[in-house]
């Protein structure tokens, strides 16, 4: 642990230790029993962050050392002080290796440097960072069970050998698995619902913000145009306050200067000048009826009346049959939409891992290994 004569703060109010004329900060240690992390961490010297190496007393358990609520007070400057949360590895964390999933990925490259944009602004915010959690093999639509490199999780609900799904797996089941813990940090891609289906598959919420909400320096991309941080929960009505404190009302992106509004339950939010539009997709709602129908156009009427505007009612298979491009034609919306999504994704995929297998080449002479449903998808 910490002590205050090695780092010189000041002690904060909470529980300690005093040993050898330290004071050392005392954590109780819980179990990560649903395997869901590939590392416990501890707070170092100089912002940087070293492994836990302290292994639980269940099955294949790595232990988590988790602060006491009471060390730090919240404040307009730290409004997440005493917040507990999980980190996806795909995200850079100073003094620690990041494996996207793929142990050959991990031992090639040294410790990072620096701390992911994202994550560093909810450490400054006052968040206690516990652990980097598992994921599908560089976030693709790998499911948990096919993982080579690492365990699979085990997801909490029902007999607990359900899949958690993915990519961001190890996230969701890790905040649906234990009450000491309040968010889990993931990402959402588009192509796969890397966000979305580990929420829906462990009985927990998510939230997936605007692509451009974030810097997405030291954050491991696969499929640029749509990757997005994303953080899961248990609590939907604690969702606001963490989601203004994560996104702030003046962060910028890094591509782009769009503000993102302070809370997304505001009357007539404007970005830019602009007021936000509502679509209204019939090529969707065609294909739900009765009680679903009803449930969905109520939800439509609340947001309407939330962010002050009226809905946009738009079919894109129309569009579609007046903008394709000419050689595509005759082809129907539905069908070019079978595959081009897909292929779109994969060819992002493998070539945002072009320098990885180039320098895994050149330091070992050979291919890095892969699991068999990601070598599908970079030859497809």
Partial sequence: MASTNEFGFQPTPGPYIMKAGSLWQARRIYNDSSNT??????????????????????????????????????????????????V?????????????????????????????????RLIDAGAEVLGKSKLSSFAAREEPTESVDYQALFNPRGDGYQSPAGSSSGSAAAVSSYDWLDFAIGSDISATGSGRRPAHWNGCFSLRPTKTAFSLK??????????????????????????RAWYGADLQ???TTQLIPPSFAMPNVRIQGKPPKLLYLVDFMLKIEGEQKRLV??????????????????????VWETTAPENLAKQGLQEYMQNA??????????????????DFDAKYNKAPYVSPMLRWRWLA
């Avoid at 030291?218 to 963490?242: A, H, L, M, N």
């Fill in 341 to 358: 999504p897909t292929h779109a994704f994969f060819y992002d995929l493998y070539h945002n891992f072009d320098k990885f297998r180039e």
């Fill in 88 to 120: 996806k590895d795909m995200f850079d964390i100073k003094g620690l290796r990041t494996s996207v999933g793929n142990r050959n990925f991990f031992n090639l490259y040294p410790a990072c440097i620096e701390t992911a944009t994202a994550i560093q």
């Fill in 253 to 255: 992106s890094d591509q």
């Fill in 297 to 318: 156009d109520g939800f439509v009427r609340d947001l309407e009346s939330a962010l002050g505007v009226e809905r946009t009612v738009l079919s894109l298979s129309r």
């Fill in 218 to 243: 030291g954050f491991v991309k696969t499929f640029e145009i749509f990757d997005v941080p994303c953080f899961f929960g248990r609590d939907i009505s604690k969702f606001k306050d963490f989601a």
């Fill in 37 to 86: 992390l590939l590392t416990t961490i501890l707070p170092d010297a100089d912002s940087m962050f070293r492994t836990m190496r302290l292994l639980g007393d269940e099955y294949q358990a790595l232990s988590v050392a988790v602060p006491s609520r009471t060390c730090r007070e919240k404040s307009s400057t730290l409004p997440l002080a005493g917040t507990r949360i999980v």
